[in-house]
């Protein structure tokens, strides 16, 4: 391998984790108190209209594959950042395709928290607030980091899939330099980098969630 596609490949997984960083951040402080609220409105608070359209909502959104919101977000896209190619404007879509996806992943482990608890705090008079903060929160924290893993892998994929459009990343370099020049040996180079840096994630992320499980 020549030092020009060491620098490129190196290059191409900076990107890459830039774009996985940042599409999870937003993604998570967008799609956390929204997965939060679904829990509250169906389960706590029994708002049971309310719930189903925010989740046919959230559904819908994900139900739509990533390339076609990447294209059918170009316009806002542009508006947001100057520019439909390049990293910094697939983190649009990454973000805008994650939220709803990691929305559904917490409200799942929500549900899955005893209803005792709830009910424990609400005899106790804790308000909302103190029974998020307090209840739901500390109690799923292990089961939200094994979701933000989830998202992270996720991410990895959707990134991958944004380098069809020009969006940078490993995947582009497996478009430009392996499919489109004919040199298996980079696409070989960037299934294993991106093997790797799943690995990395999940590996990490399980770590973290012992550390936080006092089960």
Same mark, same amino acid.
């Given at each position: 391998?020549?030092?020009?596609?060491?620098?490129?490949?190196?290059?191409?997984?900076?990107?890459?984790?830039?774009?996985?960083?940042?599409?999870?951040?937003?993604?998570?402080?967008?799609?956390?108190?929204?997965?939060?609220?679904?829990?509250?409105?169906?389960?706590?608070?029994?708002?049971?209209?309310?719930?189903?359209?925010?989740?046919?909502?959230?559904?819908?959104?994900?139900?739509?594959?990533?390339?076609?919101?990447?294209?059918?977000?170009?316009?806002?896209?542009?508006?947001?950042?100057?520019?439909?190619?390049?990293?910094?404007?697939?983190?649009?879509?990454?973000?805008?395709?994650?939220?709803?996806?990691?929305?559904?992943?917490?409200?799942?482990?929500?549900?899955?928290?005893?209803?005792?608890?709830?009910?424990?705090?609400?005899?106790?008079?804790?308000?909302?607030?103190?029974?998020?903060?307090?209840?739901?929160?500390?109690?799923?924290?292990?089961? &939200?980091?094994?979701? +933000?893993?989830?998202?992270? !892998?996720? *991410?990895?994929?959707?990134?991958?899939?944004?380098?069809?459009? @020009? #969006?940078?990343?490993?995947?582009?370099?497996?478009?430009?330099?392996?499919?489109?020049? &004919?040199?298996?040996? +980079?696409?070989?180079?960037? !299934?294993? *980098?991106?093997?790797?840096?799943?690995?990395?994630?999940?590996? @990490? #992320?399980?770590?973290?969630?012992?550390?936080?499980?006092?089960?």
């Amino acid at each position: 391998m020549s030092m020009t596609m060491f620098y490129n490949f190196l290059n191409a997984s900076g990107e890459t984790i830039y774009m996985v960083f940042l599409g999870c951040l937003i993604s998570i402080i967008l799609g956390l108190p929204l997965g939060i609220y679904m829990y509250l409105c169906g389960v706590v608070r029994k708002r049971h209209k309310q719930y189903e359209v925010i989740s046919a909502i959230v559904n819908i959104a994900r139900s739509i594959p990533f390339i076609i919101l990447m294209i059918a977000l170009i316009p806002l896209t542009r508006l947001l950042v100057g520019s439909s190619i390049g990293t910094n404007a697939a983190i649009v879509p990454l973000s805008l395709g994650a939220i709803p996806f990691f929305a559904r992943l917490i409200d799942n482990t929500c549900q899955g928290l005893p209803k005792g608890l709830i009910e424990a705090g609400e005899a106790m008079g804790a308000n909302t607030w103190q029974l998020v903060t307090q209840i739901i929160i500390p109690e799923s924290l292990p089961a &939200f980091i094994q979701d +933000v893993t989830v998202l992270a !892998v996720t *991410l990895v994929n959707y990134s991958a899939m944004a380098g069809a459009v @020009g #969006g940078g990343g490993l995947g582009d370099l497996a478009i430009r330099y392996g499919y489109q020049r &004919f040199n298996p040996s +980079v696409m070989i180079i960037t !299934v294993l *980098l991106l093997i790797i840096l799943v690995q990395l994630i999940q590996a @990490g #992320g399980d770590k973290i969630a012992r550390h936080f499980n006092h089960n």
